[in-house]
């Protein structure tokens, strides 16, 4: 017993010693030094210059890495515009009035701006001219519009139908009216309207996402899959 506590008196002492040692710098006694490297400076924000508009950004960007452009919507010294960023240093290329969701056909040099109640306008990606606007139902805040990078194809959407646009004639090619289940509580409540959008240019697939449940404080989302040639539905999953 005498032997064990001996042993700990050992163990506790050079604990001891070495806690000092690294207090003190180490063997030589001198003060540890910390490195100033080791310390983060801030990085002061520098003051806007006089007269530099101030900008706001307030949506997905689009990216056309050919024109080294971006887009957004967003604002202007306050003021909603659809924002025109240099992809090399953010400067504010341009801003334009035509506001909405937003998708880019950066191939073709088009933009696609949902207006919802205003309807949908395609622009030329460069100079912002309006080419044509295409009347869709009445609604507010749409979902984004997305574009068949192979074909150039756009679909915009409103409530759960899905609108198959041909941009170089404005026209509407196909309207396809989706049929996902939509209760509230345990009562039918039609069909769900689109939420989200998203297309797979790759693999020629069209993701749409739906609330199909909805009894505070429980929601469900449903993710489907269409195929973004004949829009015939590939596969679905609930996102409890």
């Known amino acids: 017993m005498k032997r064990l506590h001996g042993s700990l008196a050992l163990i506790v ?37 006089s007269g530099a508009p101030q900008v706001a950004i307030l ?27 240099s992809a090399a240093d953010g400067r504010l290329l341009a801003a334009w009035d035509t506001l909405g969701q937003l998708a880019l056909d950066a191939a073709r040099n088009r933009l696609v701006v949902d ?48 609108y198959t646009i041909d941009p170089a004639t404005a026209a509407i090619l196909e309207t396809t009216p989706l049929s996902v289940a939509h209760p509230v509580g345990d009562e039918p409540a039609g069909d769900a309207p689109i939420y989200q959008t998203a297309y797979d240019a790759t693999a020629g697939r069209l993701y749409l996402s739906f609330i199909t449940y909805n009894c505070i404080p429980w929601v469900t989302m449903t993710l489907v899959a269409y195929d973004g040639r004949d829009l015939t539905e590939t596969g679905r999953h609930d996102l409890a």
Not at 59 to 71: C, E, V
Not at 156 to 161: E, I, W
């Open 13 to 49: 002492l050079l604990s001891l010693s070495a806690c000092s040692l690294l207090r003190l710098g180490g063997l030589g006694g001198e003060p540890a030094v910390r490195s100033e490297s080791a310390v983060p400076l801030p990085t002061a924000t520098g003051a806007p210059s």
């Open 59 to 85: 949506s997905p960007l689009q990216i056309d890495s050919r024109h080294g452009r971006l887009y957004a919507t967003g604002q202007v010294n306050g003021l909603p515009k659809l924002l025109v960023l």
């Open 115 to 162: 207006g919802g109640r205003q309807g949908l306008s395609l622009l030329d990606a460069t100079t912002g001219e309006v080419a044509a606007v295409v009347a869709l139902p009445a609604q507010d805040g749409p979902p984004a519009p997305q574009i068949d990078a192979e074909t150039g194809l756009v679909y915009a959407f409103r409530q759960a139908t899905i």
